[in-house]
C-alpha cells in the first residue's frame, strides 16, 4: 500500500507566532501595572500630607477669621458709639448756633432799629428844610402854589403821583386859538400878542397846576413840543431832574411862559424822548389839543388829513412804552373831531386819566 505524504500547515504556525507575541504583550502589561501598583503608596503618602497641611491653614485661617470678627463687631460698636455722641455734640451747637442767633439778631434788631429811627428823623429833617425852601421860593408867585376857588382837583380826578413824573406841553401853532381862521391870524401877529393868546396861557396855568402838585421827593422833566422836543430845564439835559429846592421847576414854568407856539405837532417825537428816560416814567401829564400833524420824516404834502392824522397818532402810540400811565387834558381844537376819542382810548389803555377841560379850569 502506497503511504501518503504529509503536508505542513502554513497557518497554523502563524497562529502560534501570533498567540506568542500576545502572550508577550499580555506578560509585558501586567508588569506595566505591577509597577504602578508598587509606587502608588508613595503617591497617596504624599497627597495625605498635603490634605493635612490644607487642613491645618483651614483651621488657622478660621481662627484669624473669627479674631477679625471679633475685631470688627467691636469697631462697630465703637463706632456706633461715636456716631451717637457725634448727633449728641451736634445737636448741642445747633442750639449754642440758636442761641447765638437769637442773642445776634436782638443786637442786630436793636441796631436796625435805631438806624431806622435816626434815618427817618433825617428825612424829616430834609422834608421840612425842602418844604421851607420851597416856601421861600415860593413867596410871591404862583409857580407852585397854585391858588384858585376851591380844590380843582376833584373835578379832574387826575391825581399827580410816582416817583419820576413827565409833563409834556403842546406848543405847536394850534395852541393859538380854538379855530383854523383865528389861528392863521395870530400865527401872523407878534410874538408879544402870540404869548398872550387866551388858550396859550390856559396851557401855562394847566402846567403851573400840574407843576404845583408834583412830589416833592420826585424827579421831574417838563418837555415842549411840536415838530421837535426839547426841556424847558435850565441845563438842557433830557434826563431826570431833582427838586430840590423848586428853583429847577419854577425856570422851566417860567421858560414855558416865554415860548412861542408854532409850527406842526410831533407826536412821534415825544414818544421817542419818554422812551429815551432812565428810569421809565411812572407818570406822563400831556397838554394839547388834537391829534399830530406829522412823524419824524419830512412831510410831502403841507396839508393832513383828519384820517393821516389818526393814523400818525396810532403809529406813534404803538411805541409807547408798556406800563406807563399817560395822562391827557385835551383842549377844544375845531376840525378834529376823533382826537377826543383818540386820546380817551390811549388814557384808558394805559390806566390814566383823560379830561376836556371847561374855558375857565384851571
Not at 52 to 71: I, V, W
Not at 77 to 93: D, K, T, Y
Not at 188 to 214: F, G, H
Not at 217 to 222: H, K
Amino acid at each position: 500500500m502506497k503511504r501518503r505524504k504529509r503536508q505542513t500547515s502554513v497557518f497554523s504556525l502563524a497562529f502560534l507566532d501570533v498567540m506568542s507575541c500576545g502572550f508577550g504583550a499580555i506578560v509585558l502589561i501586567f508588569l506595566i501595572v505591577n509597577n504602578k501598583t508598587e509606587t502608588q503608596p508613595y503617591d497617596s503618602e504624599e497627597s495625605l500630607a498635603e490634605l493635612r497641611l490644607l487642613d491645618f491653614e483651614k483651621l488657622k485661617g478660621q481662627r484669624e477669621l473669627s479674631e477679625l470678627e471679633k475685631n470688627a463687631r467691636k469697631t462697630q460698636m465703637e463706632l456706633n458709639s461715636a456716631e451717637a455722641e457725634r448727633s449728641l455734640l451736634q445737636n448741642e451747637l445747633r442750639q449754642l448756633i440758636e442761641e447765638l442767633e437769637n442773642i445776634k439778631g436782638s443786637s442786630v434788631a436793636e441796631i436796625e432799629a435805631t438806624a431806622k429811627l435816626r434815618s427817618d428823623v433825617r428825612n424829616r429833617e430834609e422834608k421840612l428844610k425842602q418844604l421851607q425852601a420851597l416856601e421861600r421860593a415860593n413867596e410871591g408867585n404862583d409857580l407852585r402854589v397854585f391858588e384858585g376857588e376851591g380844590d380843582r382837583q376833584y373835578l379832574t380826578g387826575m391825581k399827580i403821583g410816582g416817583r419820576n413824573i413827565v409833563i409834556a406841553v403842546d406848543t405847536s401853532a394850534s395852541m393859538l386859538d380854538n379855530t383854523v381862521v383865528n389861528i392863521i391870524r395870530r400865527r401872523n401877529m407878534s410874538d408879544e400878542q402870540k404869548r398872550v393868546a387866551p388858550k396859550w396861557q390856559r396851557a401855562i396855568r394847566t402846567v403851573e397846576w400840574l407843576s404845583a402838585q408834583l412830589p416833592l421827593d420826585a424827579d421831574f422833566q417838563i418837555y415842549k413840543f411840536n415838530e421837535a422836543v426839547q426841556t424847558l430845564t435850565n441845563d438842557q439835559t433830557m434826563q431826570w431832574q431833582s427838586m430840590g429846592d423848586g428853583s429847577a421847576l419854577n425856570s422851566a414854568v417860567s421858560m414855558l411862559e416865554k415860548e412861542v407856539p408854532s409850527g406842526g405837532t410831533n407826536m412821534e417825537a415825544l414818544i421817542l424822548a419818554l422812551r429815551d428816560l432812565n428810569p421809565s416814567p411812572d407818570s406822563v401829564y400831556i397838554v394839547t389839543d388834537g391829534l399830530p400833524t406829522r412823524d419824524n420824516l419830512e412831510p410831502r404834502r403841507a396839508t393832513v388829513t383828519s384820517a393821516q392824522r389818526l393814523e400818525l397818532f396810532r403809529d406813534a402810540a404803538n411805541r409807547l412804552p408798556r406800563q406807563i400811565p399817560i395822562n391827557v387834558i385835551l383842549f377844544p381844537m375845531e376840525g378834529d373831531p376823533m382826537a377826543g376819542a383818540a386820546w380817551w382810548q390811549l388814557a384808558r389803555a394805559t390806566g390814566g386819566a383823560f379830561i376836556s377841560p371847561s374855558w375857565d379850569w384851571p
